[in-house]
């Protein structure tokens, strides 16, 4: 069992993408996209936070791989769910895993996310 954990502030965040017009495209995904669609910034910077903590249980980093190989989309009941691509899937196999879950949470001035590969 491999736990990860991130923090982000979500002013930082803020001035990233005010900064970089396309940056959503290239953290997150179309479905992700759509599925953030509507939602205020401290979602978009939850759900970067989960990634983040997602990197850190593979132990690797982005090394390898992108944004776009973790997906996180939320059910109806809003819990996140994470998908990965076969890369990503690969190294939660290698550590002697099969699924990895995710919590996110956020205030009006931070996001956090906890993951954990099992």
Excluded: C
Aim: aromatic fraction near 8%; charged fraction near 20%.
């Amino acid at each position: 069992m491999y736990p990860g954990i991130d923090i982000i502030e979500i002013e930082r965040f803020v001035l990233g993408f005010k900064r970089q017009p396309k940056l959503s495209e290239r953290l997150f995904t179309m479905r992700e996209l759509e599925n953030l669609s509507g939602k205020g910034i401290q979602s978009y910077a939850a759900r970067f936070a989960g990634k983040e903590a997602i990197l850190k249980t593979l132990g690797t980093g982005l090394r390898g791989l992108s944004w776009h190989d973790i997906e996180i989309l939320s059910n109806l009941s809003g819990e996140p769910l994470v998908y990965l691509s076969a890369r990503a899937l690969d190294l939660v196999l290698a550590r002697g895993g099969s699924q990895v879950r995710v919590s996110l949470s956020h205030n009006r001035t931070q996001a956090m996310a906890f993951a954990i590969l099992s």
